[in-house]
Nanobody
Framework: QVLLVESGGGSVQAGGSLRLSCDSS??????MGWFRQAPGKEREWVAG????????FYADSVKCRFTISLNYYKNTTTLQMHNLKPEDTAIYYC???????????????WGQGTQVTVSS
């Protein structure tokens, strides 16, 4: 059974930073990434790291503010978030494997989610 466990969520003021981590039991180099779901909205893709960490993809809304990275040997992905905005408030979900890239990535596995709250 594949396990994905997120950590690092919390509350921060606008302009602040947070770092999310996802520990997983997937094989090294498996595509991993993050989605988020805000209250009353559908889950949306945020970022992905593919090809063993060689390729990264970002939603336009977070580009230049968020950075995704992969620790190939520990099967851990992190999402460093800077200049956070109130509209970034959501539950953030780690995801893994699946098929496709970027916004057209459809993961097979999901974590339980971690809350990120950004106040103005």
């Amino acid at each position: 059974q594949v396990l994905l466990v997120e950590s690092g969520g919390g509350s921060v003021q606008a302009g602040g930073s947070l770092r999310l981590s996802c520990d997983s039991s997937v094989y090294s180099g498996t595509p991993m990434g993050w989605f988020r779901q805000a209250p009353g909205k559908e889950r949306e893709w945020v970022a992905g790291v593919h090809s063993g960490g060689l390729k990264t993809f970002y939603a336009d809304s977070v580009k230049c503010r968020f950075t995704i990275s992969l620790n190939y040997y520990k099967n851990t992905t992190t999402l460093q978030m800077h200049n956070l905005k109130p509209e970034d408030t959501a539950i953030y979900y780690c995801a893994a494997k699946g098929y496709g890239y970027g916004v057209d990535w459809f993961p097979d596995y999901w974590g339980q989610g971690t809350q990120v709250t950004v106040s103005s």
